[in-house]
């Protein structure tokens, strides 16, 4: 028993240190994003723009009992990881209503043991790779083209990837280049920015969204977005990894995700909403989990989605829901669900899942720009993958070389503290039942720390 109190206080020394190792970098940004250091208001029409943000999330979890652990466990011993990002976001108009936008990235450090462990990994801040030391990358390049339908205009705030001006109501958005899907697709008000809101991948986006994205998240390909009054509708093709989970080099789309979104817009007793039906499909050299275990079974080996690969195709739905009940609360739901007989080519190994929370303005306490977000998501996998899993597959966060199934379950509480009007401190807190499905491993408290500025 002195061991492990020992073990908990020296995971908690080392947490408290990589906090006090980023406070003064955190601090000297700050003071940069202050409204003295910068220009105060932005052209009612800009013709280019430079912002910047930073952001660092340094997380811990203690011990935990595990009956056994295998190649994509999350550690049983204890570990504190941090993440910290420097993005610059350059943007310059083309010509009337183009814009070519450009964000290079300073990125450095891990998710917990690089980024496995959990279907809903907890750091939405973690790539599926990274680095010790600071290294550079460029991870949006495109160029988006707005074209006016209709005479009404509304004014666009000065933003991240965002010139300040005018803009018609009704409009048809064009997007082509290197971006995130989920810059564009199951955006939500509510829960969808790791560096702002939650934390956790399957409470941020759908949980069995599986978007195309190379290892940092990022991809090639285009998006249009219609807009009318109450409803938009949106589509979009974008480039898979030449191998799930690996990266995406050059222009080739034979492997490719076709996305349709249609969104409407409503008011609630005089609350606004939003209402999302998200359908998706990815199409190319994916595996089939059946088809991995009967090959292991004949060869007396652990079975491996990499030798069975063949050209395919995997659907998949999300439902997405924000409304504001008050000036002060929003809620948030999402209902995601994939074809479970394949394997998880680009985000995570989940099947189905659902998620939903609350996000209440500090008002009541005299704190308007503070938040309080309380969430929680339930993440399943489908019979095959199970059997996958339990035979000792590894997929791209799960695999404990055995599984004793029960659904993932996670609760994430944060609380975002503006401690200037262009910084946050952030508090987090998720619970975990069941990481990567298993019984025999866990429950994990994780705690964690988010600084944030921008300017």
């Known amino acids: 028993m002195n061991t492990l109190r020992l073990h908990h206080l020296t995971s908690v020394w080392a947490f408290s240190s990589r906090i006090g190792a980023i406070a003064i970098t955190w601090c000297t940004l700050v003071f940069m994003s202050s409204p003295s250091a910068f220009a105060q208001d932005a052209p009612a029409d800009e013709t280019w723009a430079i912002h910047g943000q930073f952001t660092n999330i340094t997380q811990g979890h203690p011990h935990f009992a595990a009956a056994y652990s295998g190649k994509n466990s999350l550690s049983t011993n204890g570990r504190n990881e941090e993440t910290t990002d420097l993005t610059l976001f350059a943007g310059v108009s083309l010509w009337r209503g183009a814009e070519l936008w450009l964000n ?67 409009n048809l958005t064009l997007t082509v280049g290197k971006f995130a899907v989920v810059d564009v697709f199951d955006t939500n008000r509510y829960a969808h920015d790791p560096r702002a809101d939650f934390l956790n991948w399957a409470i941020i986006e759908g949980g069995a969204f599986d978007y195309a994205a190379d290892s940092w998240g990022y991809t090639l390909g285009a998006a249009a977005e219609w807009t009318q009054d109450w409803w938009t509708l949106r589509g979009g093709v974008f480039r898979l990894s030449a191998v799930p989970n690996g990266k995406v080099v050059g222009f080739d789309f034979r492997q490719n995700s076709v996305i349709l979104e249609a969104e409407q817009r409503h008011q609630w007793r005089g609350h606004p909403g939003k209402v999302k039906l998200l359908a998706f499909v990815n199409r190319g050299d994916m595996a ?131 401690s200037s009007p262009h910084s946050t401190v952030t508090l987090d807190y998720q619970h975990v039942d069941h990481p990567a499905y298993n019984q025999d491993r866990g429950p994990v408290s994780i705690y964690g720390v988010r600084l944030h500025a921008e300017f």
Do not use: C
């Open 104 to 170: 290079p990235e300073i990125d450095q450090g891990f998710g917990f043991d690089n980024t496995v462990g959990m279907a809903g990994f907890p750091n939405g801040g973690a790539y599926k790779v990274g680095a010790n030391l600071p290294y550079l990358r460029i991870p949006r390049a495109f160029i988006r083209q707005a074209i006016s339908l209709g005479d009404a205009e509304e004014i666009r705030e000065a933003a991240a990837n965002q010139l300040a001006g005018s803009q018609s109501v009704n």
């Open 288 to 418: 089939g989990y059946a088809d991995a275990v009967h090959l292991g079974l004949a060869t007396t080996s652990t079975p491996d989605v990499a030798l069975v690969r063949r050209f395919s195709s995997r659907p998949g739905l999300v439902l997405n829901v924000e409304q504001e009940l008050t000036s002060a609360i929003g809620a948030f739901a999402r209902l995601s669900s994939n074809r479970g007989g394949k394997e998880t080519f680009e985000f995570a190994d989940i099947n189905q899942a659902v998620s939903a929370g609350l996000s209440i303005q500090g008002d009541a306490w005299g704190r308007h720009d503070d938040t309080l977000g309380i969430a929680a998501a339930v993440n399943r996998i489908s019979g095959a993958a199970q059997a996958y899993f339990a035979a000792g597959g590894l997929g791209v966060q799960v695999g404990d070389g055995r599984m004793n199934y029960a659904p993932e379950q996670i609760q994430e509480t944060y609380y975002s503290w503006r």
